[in-house]
């Protein structure tokens, strides 16, 4: 049995691999690669009839394998399938990091799976509000109630867009300059952001195509997502390696953070760095980068 | 007696001046004293060296029982002459009490196991066993101890005497009337012919065997004609989709990726780093796919690769056609592309075993060689290597040039997973060692790096670049933790197998395994 810490609800989140649930060979090792999180699928990788299998597959795996750092979600199927309820059973007695919600539309659908979720957590003694939510929005009404969404539950660390399934809602297919997703996309950062929680982008799922790739990760850096959903582990690196800050972005963020520290002990509120001026706006952004360039390892001071 | 990596070597096998391992270079600076061939003058000029068949160049060459016959390994699982002499000299001669000294032998040489079993081989040199011939070796049937050598071994043991060849066969792709071989330009064609070289200059009698005869002189030649006794012409010397592949691909399996990715990340993070730098690697999933993360490297700091060795294959070819690499030479191709290269592109050249690997001469190759990059069936605690025998007990391996380059190298880099299907490849105690610890610097595994602890200055490149390493006792932990902590082995007294270090001395025996009752 392998006990893991209490999940974060705020943490780095830049790589999110999916992993079919059901097959041992990938998920008896998958933090190996150096995802920041892993997403074991029940959903759409799983074979309808084969759905029991991969939770008893699921749940051994969590309860044997020392995953680490690595963050463990689950992704269960969808609130009109018979199987969410059970997944989310073997989800919270596994003891897995967080759940993915799929086809997530309103507020009330986060609040069902949080009911389930409470439910299992006392039917199996685990620390009550333990196990973390995120929701998958694929269709157009998930994108309209994006803010509902992110603001229904405290559990709730965060958003991701699935491009498949939206695409097909919209009538439309991958573009390579992202002007398919680009409302969508814009529409749920905002609500992310306005909720306080993080955003994910959809997978990228031609693995020979490395320029496309990239092209699509400057774009997710530009519009301010976190992280994106990964399905190849050759694809974790130029992730890991686009987001990464620059020298200069950690030179001035560790200027920007020691400044503060010992300007606001001596009582002082807004204050200079060569000469910008700085308050405590600027902190929380400046604190991300290092933790940032920590986990890139950029840096390894202690102000983070 | 002891020896330095800890091994029981029983004490009848210390007589003729033969010692334990006592550490890396515990030889340097001492002499040896090199013999000489007795070989046949033909004065008068000659037509032809061509003979019928196999059994007439026997009996041209003298063979009788008791005597010992080499053989090369270049056309790899395709080899059909060591199979053909044998059959030749046991079954239509009737010779018995021989000796094979061969620098490898593989599944191609299975039949020889049947005179094995029956007593007719009773003496095996080899690097390589594998197949057939190490099951039987493995129970005991083989009437004295095969031994093991290094590529580079083999070259010193032969020139120091240690192994003295009767009659030694040269399997030859293409061969003119008096017997100058080439590795190209025939039907069956691989490339280097580099292990041969050594074994026709010290061998009594030299027999070509090739399936193509091409007009004289076959040239430039790699064996030459000034030692060799005979050619005979056969209809096939191997199979050529055995001898060489199509071109060797970079894998895409991701955890071999990764391995890869930190193997060239470990080199990179070296002073060692540099423009001109040397390099050989081999050809296994993560080992061969370094080639593609070291590209990256270099050109980030717009540096190039001064010369490759090895066992080379298509990779380090395209590396020298796109000029990034400055020479290449070899003893061996693995496949197509590389055979196809050698002596042709410019910069690609072939070398003899001594000249690659050799601890006896005034300096080898891999002497001069920056980085290696090398797999393991296992490792130990230790860093002791085994590549020789598997998680049974059984011989199924080859030291091949590990030993060699690892001792010869500025920084040895072995790459394996953790653990393969339920065996733990990093462990307590290796089977065998093949290659001694102090020998090798750096461990990449699918589970994290772990440096040997006689390489500080390694452990401060590391940190410097920010590459996390971990202990190679946490890294066995890790393994037993997942896969379980293996029983120990059990063996008879009875030693089948003695592994010599390249320098001639004791690494470790392989004793006969006993049979496992449950």
Redesign the interface.
């Known amino acids: 049995m392998i006990p893991r810490p209490r999940p974060r609800r705020f943490r780095l989140r830049r790589t999110m691999m999916f992993m079919n649930a059901q097959k041992p060979g990938l998920i008896k090792?998958a933090y190996?690669?150096g995802c920041d999180s892993i997403m074991l699928d029940l959903e759409d990788a799983v074979a309808e009839n084969q759905k029991d299998a991969a939770r008893f597959s699921l749940y051994h795996a969590l309860k044997t394998i020392?995953y680490g750092n690595t963050e463990v979600i689950v992704r269960i199927n969808g609130l009109d399938t018979p199987h969410w309820q059970e997944d989310i059973r073997v989800c919270v007695a596994g003891g897995a990091d967080g759940i993915r919600i799929a086809k997530c539309e309103s507020a009330q659908d986060v609040i069902t799976v949080e009911n389930a979720v409470l439910a299992a957590e006392k039917e199996f003694g685990v620390e009550e509000g333990r196990t973390l939510l995120m929701a998958a929005l694929e269709s157009p009404k998930g994108i309209i109630n994006a803010y509902e969404i992110c603001t229904a539950s405290k559990r709730m660390f965060g958003v991701a867009i699935s491009g498949g399934d939206f695409r097909r809602c919209m009538g439309t297919h991958f573009q390579r300059d992202g002007v398919d997703l680009l409302v969508a996309r814009g529409q749920m950062l905002i609500a992310a952001r306005a909720a306080g929680i993080q955003c994910f982008d959809t997978v990228f799922t031609d693995l020979d195509d490395d320029e496309g790739f990239e092209a699509e990760l400057l774009q997710n850096k530009a519009m301010g997502f976190d992280g994106k959903s990964l399905i190849?582990?050759?694809q974790i690196?130029p992730v890991h390696d686009l987001l990464a800050p620059t020298e200069k972005e950690v030179l001035w963020a560790k200027k920007v953070v020691e400044a503060y520290r010992e300007q606001s002990a001596a009582g002082v509120g807004v204050f200079t760095v060569d000469g910008k001026m700085i308050d405590i706006a600027f902190i929380p952004g400046a604190e991300r980068t290092l933790r940032l360039a920590k986990a890139c390892?950029?840096y390894?001071g202690d102000l983070v | 007696m002891i020896n330095a990596v800890g091994r029981d070597i029983p004490n009848y096998l210390l007589k003729d001046g033969k010692e334990v391992y006592q550490g890396k270079f515990y030889m340097d600076g001492k002499y040896i004293q090199k013999v000489a061939p007795k070989t046949v003058r033909y004065e008068k000029p000659q037509e032809s060296k061509i003979v019928a068949t196999i059994v007439d160049a026997l009996k041209q060459c003298g063979a009788k029982s008791g005597m010992t016959f080499s053989f090369h390994h270049h056309l790899r699982n395709g080899d059909y002459v060591a199979n053909m002499v044998m059959e030749a000299a046991v079954r239509e001669l009737g010779l018995c009490d021989l000796t094979i000294a061969a620098t490898s032998l593989g599944e191609a040489n299975d039949p020889i196991a049947e005179y094995i079993e029956e007593g007719k081989v009773i003496g095996l040199q080899t690097s390589g066993i594998r197949g057939k011939i190490g099951d039987v070796v493995s129970k005991g049937k083989l009437k004295t101890p095969a031994i093991i050598r290094s590529h580079g071994g083999r070259p010193r043991a032969i020139e120091a005497g240690e192994v003295h060849i009767d009659i030694a066969f040269v399997a030859a792709p293409t061969s003119d009337c008096v017997g100058n071989c080439r590795g190209i330009g025939g039907k069956s064609n691989c490339g280097s012919l580099g292990y041969a070289m050594t074994d026709a200059r010290y061998a009594d009698k030299v027999v070509v065997v090739t399936d193509c005869l091409v007009d004289f002189p076959n040239y430039p030649a790699s064996v030459e004609a000034i030692d060799v006794d005979a050619v005979v012409v056969v209809d096939s010397i191997g199979n050529p989709a055995k001898i060489a592949s199509a071109a060797a691909r970079i894998s895409k399996n991701p955890r071999d990726l990764m391995m890869a990715e930190n193997v060239a990340k470990v080199i990179a993070s070296t002073p060692y780093f540099k423009d001109g730098f040397s390099f050989q690697t081999g050809v296994g999933g993560p080992s061969l796919a370094a080639n593609l993360f070291l590209e990256r490297f270099m050109d980030k700091r717009n540096i190039k690769m001064g010369w490759a060795i090895g066992g080379i294959c298509g990779p380090m070819v395209e590396l020298l056609k796109k000029g990034k690499v400055g020479k290449v030479i070899d003893v061996q191709d693995f496949d197509l592309d590389a055979v196809n290269s050698i002596n042709q592109t410019p910069g690609h050249f072939e070398m003899s075993a001594s000249q690659y690997a050799n601890p006896a001469n005034k300096g080898a190759f891999v002497n001069k060689l920056d980085f290696v990059v090398l797999a393991a069936l296992e490792i130990d605690t230790n860093f002791n290597v085994n590549v020789l025998t598997g998680s049974d007990g059984v011989l199924r391996g080859a030291p091949g040039g590990h030993p060699d380059t690892a001792a010869g190298s500025k920084c040895c880099i072995i790459v394996t997973p953790l653990i393969r299907g339920r065996m733990a490849t990093v462990c307590e105690h290796v089977v065998t060692v093949t290659t001694p610890g102090d020998c090798v610097d750096v461990l990449v595994t699918d589970y994290g790096i772990a440096v040997n602890p006689l390489r500080p200055d390694i452990i401060e490149c590391l940190d410097n670049a920010h590459i996390p390493h971990v202990s190679i006792e946490s890294l066995k932990e890790k393994a037993y933790s997942i896969v379980g902590r293996p029983d120990d082995l059990e063996w008879e007294d009875n030693v089948v197998a003695v592994l010599e270090a390249r320098d001639g001395t004791i690494l470790d025996v392989v004793r006969q395994i006993r049979p496992y009752k449950v």
Request: net charge negative.
């Open positions: 090792d190996i690669y020392d190849n582990p050759k690196r390892g950029m390894d």
